[in-house]
């Protein structure tokens, strides 16, 4: 039987290594790393104190000695000792053991040694790895002298370029830019200083080019890059688009000593991915957590902390696979950039902090924000633009957002998006779009949809209400516009994919060509063929991640009511990436065909075509205005408090 101080030893050593299991290859969270310390201290502490013998050098040595019974009671009836014992010695026999359990257990034997020196060695060499994954990036990896450019947004006629040089001595930088198939170099810029307000960085504006064309840039200290401006709206090649989307990035995770710390290994199936697609992707849109300041400790809050989490991604020997580094990225913000499950606010503290170095990296080369903004902020940290056959809004659903309130979830002072944002958004969604674009797509950092069960509040689950205008507004776009509105959606590290089909058809308000009262008349409820549900109508909203992060070992998904209908969820996967291709389709009823793969782990998963909406399924409104109807659907949506859907 163990004794207590065995006990110590093994349950010290099953704690410490259960928890640096999960901690390197399952969910680096905070929580572990002072458990494996403690663990670790105490396994250290009960070998030192109870397990000595295996430090003596003799291999026969033995922690008890048991003297012969008849020679004792000589020496206590006669007062003699030997000098020489008639009966040798015995050992007590220590207890039955293997190499096996030797391994297994942590507990050392005392006449196996090499062994119990190799248990030992594990649980050390496990309390390194923990350490060596939260500090050797931070240690070796300060990003200050890192210089780089990307790609950001790029439309028909310009293309934005973040630069970061902190070398004084290459002052002033000239940039140039010219087509891919001629000799002749422009000048687009020309910068004087870089310094610490910016963490050295600039973003370049090239402007005045050409629609569908390959341009080359380059600047004076020697970095270079290439970029394709989107097609003209109207023509044969804005008919389609393909782009990627995913979030979540965490360095050398799933954890692996012999990798750089700064190595992303979801970024290999990224470009492979890039690389097996029949189209070229046209951007990244990133859903957030970018970096994660939080995981797996929170070191500092400073600004200059932050500051160096962005420097270490961009730092990471990872952007150097092929198709990477050309591949313009957009990024939203999520709670990892500034703390887990981030709901207060703009002005708390870490936000400022936080805030600070996603402008200079992500904001300041993302799409404009939206043209209903008057005036113009240039703190706004949602987007929209638009790219071939699709129109694209991006959410921030953390800096506005409150505190949702469990016990009192249809409070209206609750938000997700801010007054604002909002009122922006549905102005958005029911705005028709010109006669070439046929998808919405909104952008939003965490799910939509309701059918997680876990972290729930912190989704737009939380924020009910508005959630419930929103998806008003997406019904509305979709009949009364003729546009499919596609959600894009990340932070689970799930993937899930979801429908939410149109309210009872009945209920849309009658388009001009019924007569008033025709979709009730005389009590009856006969659906008119054209206001039909199919097995596709309504908004869809595909969320996915991570792109290199952990994936939850246990379910969190489930479908509860038909509003939120499942079409697909597959939680497995440390890298998962949705490729969207959009297409247009020559007839007369359906304009445009979206086809989104789902690729887990650099292999392709799951496919699902969709179709913009057939013409006889929605009232026309097309023409690139608001529309007369725009005002009275915000109205309805959050002036008097009522239902869209009555």
Known sequence: MWDRSDIVTIGSSFILRLSAYIFLRWIPGHHFLPLILTAFVIYIASIVLNHQYIFVASRKTVPRVVVDAQQKHDELVHGTVATELETPALYEEPKTSTIHSILLSGLPHPRLKAWSYATIAINVLLTLSALDLVFRAPTLHSGENLRFSRVGFVDTTSAKVLLREPDSKQLPIYAYYKPEDSNFWRTADKIYYLDE???????????????????????????????TTAPAPGTAAATSLTFVTSSCIKANFP?????????????????????????????????????????????????????????????????ALPHLKLLPWLHTLDDHEIANDWSNGNTTPPYPSASDPFYHYHVSVNPPTPPYLLPANSNITYFQFTNGPASFFMLDTRTYRTTPDPLDPLNPNATILGATQLQTLLTYLCTSEPSHIHWKILTTSVPFTKNWRFGTLDAWAGFPAERAAVLSAMHYAERKLGVRVVILSGDRHEFGAIRFPHPQPYLLPPPPSLAPGALLASGSRTVPPNLRSTSQSGPHEFSVGPLSMFYLPFRTFKQVDDEDVTIKYIPDGNSKVGVVHVEGVEGDRIKSLMRYSLHVDGELKWEYVLTSPAEEFWESGRGGGTGAFGKGVQELLVGSGESLWL
């Open 255 to 319: 954890y692996n000593p012999l990798n750089h710390a700064l190595e992303i290994p979801g970024f290999k199936h990224l470009s492979d991915i890039l690389a097996s697609i029949p189209s070229p992707a046209q951007f990244m849109l990133f859903l957030g957590d970018f970096i994660y300041v939080d995981v797996p400790l929170r070191l500092s809050s400073t600004v200059s902390h932050y500051r160096a989490e962005y420097r270490r991604v961009y730092a990471s020997p990872s952007w």
């Open 197 to 227: 307000e910016t963490d050295y960085t600039y973003p370049v504006t090239f402007t005045g080019l050409q629609s569908a064309t390959t341009y080359d840039y380059a600047l004076s200290n020697n970095l270079t890059g290439n970029f």
